[in-house]
């Protein structure tokens, strides 16, 4: 059974965060808002809610966080200027080839194939097929949360493979046999096998103090449909 990612940061955030008002229908002659959100590769399933529940406000998607008012990730990051607002949750899977023949793993297993310890899958009772392990930069919200609850600061092997998207990892793992890496649940698809739930992961939207109306409308809307 995967464990409920509540690192203390994430907890204080989160704890103070309130079910605003319902989102209000639109005056009529308003004139449409357009709402500047970021969203990592990992939460970008979000982005069709936060597309609903601005209408009719206009919604443009940016590839830099900075010039965002409103950004979507997967837990809470280490500095923030602002408040983070949860509006949903997703499970952290480890994921793998059908052909390593395994089943299931265990937190240790997975420990053990990132940092390089275990380097063939019949060392963990799968198939007599070398390793291929998969993980995303540093940076990313998601490889954060899985250093943290999966490899508590142990470092990956210099022989990981580098994902550059959700999207990415998910077809590296269905097309390479042997192949290891980890997702959100909302992510699986294709040919791959979830081998371990690993956590439960906060998807937060973070945003500035001092909300307009419109954006704390979108954000009232965003927790009601959590």
């Not at 590769?41 to 609903?52: E, F, I, N, Q």
């Not at 990051?77 to 299931?104: F, K, R, W």
């Not at 943290?148 to 990956?156: N, S």
């Not at 290891?180 to 371990?196: D, H, I, Q, S, T």
């Amino acid at each position: 059974m995967g464990t409920r990612l509540l690192s203390r940061s994430a907890v204080a955030l989160i704890s103070v965060t309130i079910l605003l008002a319902a989102c209000a229908a639109p005056t009529a002659g308003s004139t449409p808002q357009v709402v500047r959100v970021y969203a990592t590769s990992a939460a970008a399933p979000w982005l069709g809610t936060v597309y609903d529940c601005a209408t009719p406000s206009t919604v443009v998607r940016l590839v830099d966080p900075r010039s965002a008012e409103l950004q979507l990730r997967l837990g809470a990051p280490a500095q923030m200027d602002g408040a983070a607002y949860q509006i949903g949750a997703d499970d952290l899977l480890a994921v793998v080839h059908p052909e390593t023949g395994v089943g299931s793993l265990t937190v240790q297993q997975i420990r053990q194939l990132f940092s390089g310890q275990v380097t063939d899958w019949k060392e963990v009772g799968g198939a007599n097929l070398p390793v291929q392990v998969w993980t995303f930069s540093s940076g990313e919200d998601i490889q954060v949360v899985f250093n943290q609850v999966a490899l508590h600061g142990e470092p990956v092997t210099s022989l990981a493979r580098l994902a550059v998207s959700a999207q990415a990892m998910s077809d590296a793992v269905g097309a390479n046999p042997g192949s290891v890496g980890f997702l959100p649940r909302r992510w699986k698809a294709g040919n791959v096998r979830e081998a371990l739930v690993i956590s439960s992961v906060p998807v937060l939207a973070l945003a500035k103090s001092d909300l307009n109306g419109d954006l704390r409308e979108l954000i009232s809307c965003l927790q009601s449909r959590k």
